[in-house]
Each structure stands twice: as C-alpha cells, then as structure tokens.
C-alpha cells in the first residue's frame, strides 16, 4: 500500500496542532534577542513542573496556585489580595536593581473592569514582601484610556499608561503581545508593547517613569481580586547581570520538533 496516504496524514495532523490557539505562539520571534546569546534565563513552560528557580509570592496563602501549567503555556489566575507574583529567585541569584524582562502574554478572559483587574511582567520585586516595579494590562477607565498598559510602583503609585486614542499600545482578549519592562542602573522603568507575528521590535519604548528606588527578582504578575482577567504566557526571558549565558531561541520552537513527532507516530499506527 502506498505511504503518500499515511505521510498526507501526518501533515495534515501536523497543521491542525501547528495552528491550534495554543500552539500559535511558537511561531512567533519578533524581538530584538531572536538568535542572539545574552546572560539569562528564558523558559517556555513546556515541561510538567515548573522549574524550581521559580518562587510564587502569594498574597493570600489559603488560596490555590496562581500560576499553573497548561499544555505548552502558563496560565496566570485571577487572584485575592495584592500583590501576586512568579518570581525568578534561582541559586546564586542576580543583579537586584538593573533587570530586562520579556514575555509574551495574552488575556483569555477579561474579567469585570475592576481596579484589581490586571497582570503583566514585573522587575525588581522584594521577594519578602512581592512588592515591586509592573507593567500590566489595564481595562478602560483604570487610570487611562481603552484598553491600554500601564506601570504600577506597588502599594505606591501608578506610573505613566499608554493611551490608544492617541495611537499608544492597546491589546484585544486573545491577542499575543509583547511585553518588555527594563529597569535601568538608575532605577527608571521603561516599558514596551508590540504584537507577536511580523512587528518588528520597535526601538524605542512607549512609557518611561523616573528613579523607583526597588530592590528585588523579576518575573510575572497576575490579578489581586478574585473573578477578575485570566492571562496565558507563552514564553518568557529575563536578563541580568549575574545570570549565565544562553542561546536565545524560544524553547516552544522545539516543542514543535515533538508535535511533529507525535503527528509521524500517529502515521506509522495508521500503516500498521
């Protein structure tokens, strides 16, 4: 019997897993440190635990994780009390002051447009307390306009936001976007929003907001009320002095090695 068949439906099987919803992200490189080697760490959340360098902080310690595991992303959860943070605390540590955080996020739900309503990347965050330096997604009305991003000193102030009617960074629920905050030596988070797919990096950043004065580990950041968003990230690479050096590649790129495999298996079961 001819393979062509079988091999047909390898592809076939290949194409729906390589553009399911979940999977889409992977095809996405569009950042500045695409191929390049930095002193970091990234991770695509495709193994079964998280990794042990990572630290939830929980502001409400009876609640269940926050942060799980879902296939090849991590989902962030709506959440009680402030803050609510995944944190990079590895052994050895790193630079607590001067950090570079990327992810790529999405909104799956968009919860009620409460002021507890949001998530995003943080940096520089005291692992004793989780307080720290964020950019978050924020709903209309929440100290901006639209749907728009914003920077948030916690427990202290929110910073400078996006506006979308003046063509500033906005996001739609489902929608794959970049997130970048950066913390220089002088303590002045910056931030930047681009869409996943074929945006190239813009050069420079949409929001900037004077020495902060925190001290601590990077990472991610989810709601601070029950009910509220649920986030999904696909990938996410923080760079610090202190941290080795890698390879950038996102790591889901490789998931697709796996799918591809598993998609040939299911072929060979077929012609057997």
């Known amino acids: 019997m001819s393979k062509k068949p079988c091999f047909a439906a390898a592809l076939a099987a290949l194409a729906l897993i390589s553009f399911s919803p979940a ?37 409400s310690p009876a609640d269940p994780p926050h942060f799980t595991l879902s296939g090849t992303s991590l989902m962030m959860h709506a959440a009680n009390s402030d803050p609510n943070k995944l944190l990079y605390n590895p052994a050895g540590g790193y630079n607590s002051t001067t950090q570079n955080v990327l992810a790529l996020i999405r909104m799956t739900t968009e919860g009620p447009n409460i ?17 720290g330096l964020n950019l978050h997604f924020r709903q209309p009305g929440q100290n901006g306009n639209g749907n728009h991003y914003n920077l948030l000193d916690d427990l202290r102030a929110w910073g400078p936001a996006t506006d979308p009617f003046l063509g500033g960074a906005t996001w739609v629920t489902g929608q794959y976007m970049w997130l970048r905050l950066v913390v220089d030596p002088s303590g002045t988070p910056f931030g930047k929003i681009w869409p996943a797919g074929n945006t190239p990096e813009p050069a420079g950043f949409d929001l900037a907001w004077g020495p902060r004065g925190r001290v601590g580990l990077a990472g991610l950041v989810t709601n601070s009320i029950a009910g509220a968003n649920e986030f ?39 012609r057997a």
Do not use: K
């Open 23 to 59: 999977s889409r992200a992977v095809l996405f490189s569009n950042f500045n440190e695409f191929g390049t080697t930095v002193n970091g760490y990234q991770d695509d959340f495709n193994g079964s635990t998280l990794n042990p360098g990572w630290m939830e902080f929980n502001a």
């Open 115 to 131: 002021d507890g309503g949001r998530g995003g990347v943080t940096a520089v965050s005291d692992a004793g307390i989780g307080q």
């Open 232 to 270: 999904e990230v696909d990938y996410v690479l923080i760079q610090a002095d202190g941290l080795p050096s890698i390879g950038v590649v996102p790591e889901p790129t490789t998931g697709m090695l796996g799918l591809a495999a598993a998609a040939m298996g299911l072929a060979r079961r077929r």
